[in-house]
């Protein structure tokens, strides 16, 4: 067996197929951690700013709420699903409201 001239050749080349898979294999593994590592670096989406942003919509809607409710003040003497049903109404007529593409005015 070790006198066969084709032994140390066909070892040393069996040897340099074992390395070039296992560098392929740490290669491999090494894109995998970079990536979870750019995956747990990478920044939250600023929830923070969405959640400011609705806080402000929320906040212009008390004002004018309040202004709604501020131009006749028996509005407040309404029960609370009129009131509302009224608020509708003035912010329709004032143009605040969303419209659906498909709504007719």
Known sequence: MLE???FLPG???LLAALQIILLIALLRLSAKVSRLFRLIASPVPPAS???ADRKE???EQSRRFEEFL?????????PKKEQFAAFRRWRDERGL??????DSA
């Open 11 to 13: 070892a040393l080349g």
């Open 97 to 102: 409201n969303w419209k659906n593409p498909g």
């Open 70 to 78: 501020a131009e006749d003040p028996g509005r407040r003497d309404l």
């Open 4 to 6: 066969s001239p084709y």
């Open 49 to 51: 700013q969405e959640l």
């Open 57 to 59: 919509a929320g906040q």
